[in-house]
């Protein structure tokens, strides 16, 4: 008001100088009150008030039904899963508008992140009351909570999965396997390809072996092969087979009578050889050796050890020697006559040493006399004259003194004695250096045989007449 009045004065003091005369109305006022009235009976005074996805509760002076009456109060709030962006209580105003605006949002849970190996899905993505449930790749297994929910409050239940590796490596072994052991040998040789092992996690795996390695040797019986197998997990996998070796054998051969075996290998496995031995004075009469074949009986027929004979009745020395050649050594003794001191000095000692010399596989040569009485003789039988006189050329042999001369089995001269020697002596010499390893093995075992039967001829000696 005052500020009409000042402009009504201005005017009229300009229109003072100018020397004219203006009457305005605007200098005359009438005031008015032009307050508004409320009206709370206009029940429409505000737009109606809505919230999608929550609920509005108002409370109106006029009470009932009155929304949107002025000065009406509407309290806002959001059904489950949804969050109010705005204010949570507005006002009808007199300008016709609510005090503010609402409205609602829907709650999310944050992204959830990948697990290694492994995946999840989801009911309804990630907001709220969607469940997530996880999934692992083959091979793997989930540790922990299968699923999460996403709470009202914009959070997941439980904790993070992982998949852990819980399925063990697949491994298969060779299948089991029989055997036959080498012929001649307890051993055979067994190869196999060894297994792959795999695993759905992992792609290189190390396969362990536990036992013999493959194309080794195995021996008689059954042997397990174990492979085992680690992934990176530490899970274990493992398989086994069995080799079995078989040594298939023939039945325990006998030895001849008056005559031993030496077999090799097992002596009556497959692939083993037996030869036949025959004692002092006594020869082989059949097959040398037989072998045990796979069929488990020993081929050809079993030798006999007979009485060795010999004939003395042939034309020359090395038709004699030839029956002798590799089964006896032979020790010619010669003398000027029977009467000769040394001989029979020396035939005394041979004949208590016939044992022994029958043990050593020695025969005795008797060459006694000159011509026309010259005899020679092996026990009982008579040589021949051209026998004889073929001995003593062979091996330089004199008429005029005692000597003896000993060959081996081949007929080879290897000793020579011109005085007689005690049977002592005459066995060292022998047993060092004419018997083989296998002689003294023999001899080694039977030996007492030959002082038993000593002892029990000098036991009938002594009885009483």
């Avoid at 005369?21 to 809505?50: A, R």
């Avoid at 309804?124 to 999934?135: A, E, I, L, N």
């Avoid at 003794?333 to 035939?347: E, F, G, K, R, T």
Wanted: net charge negative.
């Amino acid at each position: 008001m005052l500020l009409c009045i000042t402009a009504a004065v201005f005017i009229l003091f300009l229109t003072a100088g100018s020397g004219t005369t203006v009457y305005d109305s605007y200098g005359d006022f009438t005031e008015e009150d032009s307050t508004p009235q409320l009206d709370y009976k206009d029940p429409y005074w505000c737009h109606p008030l809505g919230l999608t996805n929550g609920e509005v509760t108002c409370h109106s002076p006029r009470g009932g039904a009155n929304r949107s009456s002025l000065g009406t109060r509407c309290d806002m709030r959001c059904d489950r899963g949804y969050r109010l962006l705005g204010k949570n209580s507005l006002q009808c105003l007199t300008n016709r508008r609510w005090s503010g605006t609402a409205y609602c949002r829907r709650m999310r849970c944050h992204l959830l992140p990948l697990i290694p190996h492994g995946r999840y899905t989801c009911t309804q993505g990630f907001v709220v009351d969607s469940r997530c449930d996880f999934t692992c790749d083959p091979g793997y297994r989930i540790d922990g909570q299968q699923s999460r929910i996403c709470h009202h409050g914009g959070w997941w239940s439980g904790e993070q999965p992982v998949c852990a590796d819980t399925d063990p490596p697949k491994i298969k072994c060779p299948p089991s396997r029989l055997k036959v052991a080498e012929p001649g040998k307890l051993t055979t040789r067994v190869t196999w390809d060894p297994p792959v092992a795999t695993d759905t996690a992992d792609k290189s795996l190390d396969v362990i072996l536990v036992g013999q390695e493959p194309g080794s040797d195995f021996v008689e019986g059954g042997h397990i092969i174990r492979y085992k197998v680690y992934d990176l997990a530490r899970n274990r996998a493992a398989c086994k087979f069995i080799v079995r070796v078989e040594v298939r054998r023939c039945p325990e051969l006998p030895s001849p009578m008056h005559g031993y075996l030496t077999c090799s290998s097992d002596g009556n496995n497959y692939g083993a050889t037996c030869d036949y031995r025959c004692d002092g004075g006594y020869e082989l009469r059949g097959v040398s050796s037989r072998v045990c074949q796979f069929s488990r009986n020993w081929g050809g027929e079993p030798a006999q050890c007979v009485p060795m004979e010999f004939r003395a009745d042939v034309k020359t020395a090395p038709a004699l020697l030839d029956q002798f050649y590799e089964k006896r050594r032979l020790l010619i003794l010669s003398a000027p006559n029977i009467s000769d001191s040394d001989y029979q000095l020396q035939n005394f000692m041979i004949q208590k040493a016939d044992c022994g010399l029958d043990l050593r596989h020695v025969t005795v040569i008797e060459l006694l006399g000159s011509p026309p009485r010259e005899t020679g003789r092996i026990k009982e039988s008579q040589l021949q004259a051209e026998v004889i006189e073929g001995l003593r050329q062979a091996f330089r042999i004199s008429r005029g003194y005692f000597s003896m001369v000993l060959l081996d089995k081949l007929g080879l001269d290897r000793e020579r004695f011109i005085v007689p020697v005690g049977s002592e002596e005459l066995f060292s010499y022998i047993d060092s250096f004419m018997m083989n390893e296998e002689e003294r093995e023999r001899f080694e075992r039977y030996r007492n045989f030959c002082d038993g039967a000593a002892e029990h001829v000098e036991e009938e000696d002594t009885q009483p007449n």
